[in-house]
């Protein structure tokens, strides 16, 4: 995905955009497989990385892609229902310029490349995608490309030492035949066979 090869957002975006239809108000303090996130936070987050990945495929730095989002949860708005997918949209939109993969942008207060910010941006909605699916009880299968390209940056991601090790927590191990979704779930630190508590079913 990186150099000049560019992926299109949009069938991931619009997934997550799926599932976030589907969530009812009665869910939004359930429990999610991101540690301390209720439903709430996690589409609190994905409304606030969309912004910000959005942002930085345009390269207008500012507020929206120097904060680090580990810094403070972002509240989910009040019309989040409508805001959510708009963002998504825009977010994949944005994606669309061969330009923003070029070039350096910033994203939560990070400088890196477009083409890596790319991929962190596909990386966040494939596996917050799983999270949500996951918190709410709906089927998910995401797109199988952006699926590839989260996978691939996840493994990256382990085997860099300087990283130590998982992006989002310690790996789980994961058989080497398992559905590639699983794969990708486990390297991001999560259990693939995660349920909700039994109060929150």
Do not use: N
Not at 146 to 174: M, Q
Not at 186 to 198: K, N
């Amino acid at each position: 995905m990186t150099g000049t090869t560019t992926l299109d957002l949009g069938p991931q975006a619009r997934i997550v955009a799926r599932l976030a239809a589907g969530v009812p108000d009665t869910r939004l303090g359930d429990p999610t497989p991101c540690p301390h996130y209720s439903v709430r936070d996690l589409l609190g987050h994905l409304a606030g990385l969309a912004v910000a990945f959005r942002d930085a495929a345009r390269k207008d730095l500012g507020p929206t892609t120097d904060t680090d989002p580990g810094e403070a949860a972002t509240p989910l708005p009040a019309d989040w229902r409508e805001e959510l997918p708009r963002v998504l949209g825009e977010l994949a939109e944005a994606w669309k310029d061969p330009a923003a993969w070029t070039g350096m942008t910033r994203a939560g207060g990070v400088d890196l490349p477009g083409d890596i910010a790319a991929v962190v941006a596909v990386d966040e909605l494939v596996i917050h995608g799983w999270d949500l699916a996951r918190a709410t009880g709906q089927d998910y299968v995401p797109d199988q490309a952006a699926l590839r390209a989260s996978h691939a940056f996840l493994l990256a991601a382990a085997e860099d030492e300087s990283r130590g090790g998982g992006i989002f927590g310690p790996l789980v191990p994961v058989p080497d035949d398992a559905p590639l979704l699983d794969r990708a779930v486990g390297l991001s630190g999560r259990e693939p066979d995660w349920t909700p508590p039994a109060a929150s079913l």
